[in-house]
């Protein structure tokens, strides 16, 4: 239920509201509907960043200047006890279900373009759940939740609008994306343009760089809303993923970084927190801050091998189930939050799954009845500073990847997992596949956890 609703059921005598509307004619909602009108619905914008590394914001003590991420961190609740995905498919495909990737059939890798799959369409996405509610939905950058038909693309998911690209990497300025999936010949196959406005190729936006496109849609789209109509605006960046790239004049603060790979990334953060920094001034220009949130995310750690970035003092990085791979930069942000939990460092234990079952229940009011969820409604450890619900996290199980064990013991026929892939002949967990799983403060991992 939103902080306006708790307010007028808090310090206002009902009698008074009769009066009122007896006096002005106005039809009032009893106060338990209060959060499911749309006039009193909150405005959702999610951001992520893509293979941002845990140190490499500035309140983790970052030489990089991300001063509006500090910000609006420092004015919300920083999340730090907050959990994503390894990499980028899984993370997102949690996100927009609210399901473990297990349960979703994406616990192996990301979506290459050439697979012939996406998220499951059986199962209403984050978009649909808000759509239903009354919320103009707008998903501005990077999808990779698959597209090899459209049924998979955004605005057949749940989103009225789209802008930015289906696959998972691309050129910052070209956006030209290539093949590039492990043992499969991308010789026959050319690279292709892959940058969209709704469902058409835009290929206007050729040599302008990602982050302010991005940037830019999102402030059109603030600008362009209907008044009375709630906005989740879901903003997805290409930054700072690889390749890296960014604008000469972000380079200009970093030019003592001695490694080519930390500069430039360097240079793209800037960029991306400047972005950031200008859709917060375009919604204080309108007026929007007083019944909207802000989250703020990452998908997966920093990638430093190649990728420049850094995830100290955690070990491991992007792609492994240590803590570099999958603890998450997190922070909420929202005038809604009250006074005396705004400026402080949550440690409950959050996933990128709660999101989920958090927007649309925890603050949209909505139902989730007949939904399978991994996730919990965390608004109350958030708003509130209420015990967590969730007091475990699956980070996953992957049996196609394993230490000891060759790929024979992956089933031939069809491709599928045999009892005997899970399990030893005394019914113990066959500790050789790639799983990990945190219990309160205890992990436990198996197989390959990656490298570190």
């Given at each position: 239920m939103g902080s306006r609703c708790r307010f007028l059921k808090r310090w206002l005598d009902l009698?008074?509201?009769?009066?009122?509307?007896?006096?002005?004619?106005?039809?009032?909602?009893?106060?338990g509907d209060c959060s499911n009108t749309s006039a009193t619905l909150p405005n959702i914008i999610f951001i992520l960043a893509d293979d941002f590394g845990f140190h490499d914001v500035g309140y983790h003590g970052s030489a990089i200047k991300t001063p509006w991420l500090d910000k609006l961190a420092?004015?919300?609740?920083?999340?730090?006890?907050?959990?994503?995905?390894?990499?980028?498919?899984?993370?997102?495909s949690q996100l927009m279900s609210g399901r473990y990737q297990i349960h979703t059939g994406l616990e192996h890798r990301s979506f290459h373009a050439v697979q012939p799959d996406c998220l499951p369409l059986e199962d209403p996405t984050l978009a649909n759940k808000l759509k239903e509610l009354g919320y103009a939905t707008h998903a501005v950058g990077k999808w990779h939740l698959g597209f090899y038909k459209k049924d998979c693309w955004p605005t057949r998911r749940g989103f009225d609008t789209f802008f930015g690209y289906l696959g998972g990497s691309e050129d910052y300025y070209t956006h030209i994306y290539k093949c590039d999936m492990p043992g499969?010949?991308?010789?026959?196959?050319?690279?292709?343009?892959?940058f969209r406005d709704q469902e058409e190729l835009a290929p206007k936006y050729t040599g302008q760089y990602s982050t302010h496109l991005l940037a830019e849609r999102a402030q059109h789209i603030l600008e362009n809303s209907q008044p009375n109509k709630p906005i989740f605006l879901y903003l997805p960046f290409q930054a700072p993923h690889i390749?890296?790239?960014v604008p000469d004049q972000y380079l200009k603060p970093y030019r003592e970084v001695q490694d080519h790979d930390r500069r430039v990334y360097s240079g793209m953060v800037a960029c991306m927190d400047e972005a950031i920094g200008n859709i917060t001034q375009k919604m204080t220009e309108l007026g929007l801050w007083e019944n909207t949130v802000l989250i703020f995310s990452t998908d997966n750690g920093g990638e430093p091998i190649f990728g420049g970035g850094y995830n100290w003092p955690l070990r491991g990085v992007k792609g492994t189930l240590w803590e570099g791979g999958i603890h998450g930069v997190g922070f909420v942000y929202s005038p809604l939050i009250p006074d005396a939990m705004r400026g402080t460092s949550n440690t409950q234990l959050i996933h990128v799954s709660d999101w989920f079952p958090t927007l649309v229940a925890g603050l949209a009011g909505g139902s989730l009845e007949g939904l399978?969820?991994?996730g919990f409604n965390v608004w109350n450890t958030i708003s509130l500073g209420s015990p967590s619900p969730r007091t475990e996290i699956l980070h996953n199980i992957d049996p196609l990847t394993q230490t000891y064990m060759s790929i024979i013991n992956w089933s031939?026929?069809?491709?599928?997992?045999?009892?005997?892939?899970?399990?030893?002949?005394?019914?113990?967990?066959?500790?050789t596949i790639r799983a990990a799983i945190r219990v309160g403060d205890w992990k436990l991992l198996t197989g390959n956890p990656g490298v570190t």
């Amino acid at each position: 239920m939103g902080s306006r609703c708790r307010f007028l059921k808090r310090w206002l005598d009902l009698g008074k509201l009769w009066l009122l509307a007896s006096v002005y004619g106005l039809a009032l909602a009893p106060a338990g509907d209060c959060s499911n009108t749309s006039a009193t619905l909150p405005n959702i914008i999610f951001i992520l960043a893509d293979d941002f590394g845990f140190h490499d914001v500035g309140y983790h003590g970052s030489a990089i200047k991300t001063p509006w991420l500090d910000k609006l961190a420092a004015e919300g609740v920083k999340l730090e006890n907050y959990y994503v995905q390894p990499i980028c498919t899984p993370t997102r495909s949690q996100l927009m279900s609210g399901r473990y990737q297990i349960h979703t059939g994406l616990e192996h890798r990301s979506f290459h373009a050439v697979q012939p799959d996406c998220l499951p369409l059986e199962d209403p996405t984050l978009a649909n759940k808000l759509k239903e509610l009354g919320y103009a939905t707008h998903a501005v950058g990077k999808w990779h939740l698959g597209f090899y038909k459209k049924d998979c693309w955004p605005t057949r998911r749940g989103f009225d609008t789209f802008f930015g690209y289906l696959g998972g990497s691309e050129d910052y300025y070209t956006h030209i994306y290539k093949c590039d999936m492990p043992g499969f010949n991308c010789s026959q196959l050319e690279p292709g343009y892959d940058f969209r406005d709704q469902e058409e190729l835009a290929p206007k936006y050729t040599g302008q760089y990602s982050t302010h496109l991005l940037a830019e849609r999102a402030q059109h789209i603030l600008e362009n809303s209907q008044p009375n109509k709630p906005i989740f605006l879901y903003l997805p960046f290409q930054a700072p993923h690889i390749p890296l790239e960014v604008p000469d004049q972000y380079l200009k603060p970093y030019r003592e970084v001695q490694d080519h790979d930390r500069r430039v990334y360097s240079g793209m953060v800037a960029c991306m927190d400047e972005a950031i920094g200008n859709i917060t001034q375009k919604m204080t220009e309108l007026g929007l801050w007083e019944n909207t949130v802000l989250i703020f995310s990452t998908d997966n750690g920093g990638e430093p091998i190649f990728g420049g970035g850094y995830n100290w003092p955690l070990r491991g990085v992007k792609g492994t189930l240590w803590e570099g791979g999958i603890h998450g930069v997190g922070f909420v942000y929202s005038p809604l939050i009250p006074d005396a939990m705004r400026g402080t460092s949550n440690t409950q234990l959050i996933h990128v799954s709660d999101w989920f079952p958090t927007l649309v229940a925890g603050l949209a009011g909505g139902s989730l009845e007949g939904l399978q969820l991994d996730g919990f409604n965390v608004w109350n450890t958030i708003s509130l500073g209420s015990p967590s619900p969730r007091t475990e996290i699956l980070h996953n199980i992957d049996p196609l990847t394993q230490t000891y064990m060759s790929i024979i013991n992956w089933s031939l026929e069809g491709n599928q997992t045999k009892d005997d892939d899970f399990f030893t002949p005394s019914g113990a967990f066959n500790t050789t596949i790639r799983a990990a799983i945190r219990v309160g403060d205890w992990k436990l991992l198996t197989g390959n956890p990656g490298v570190t």
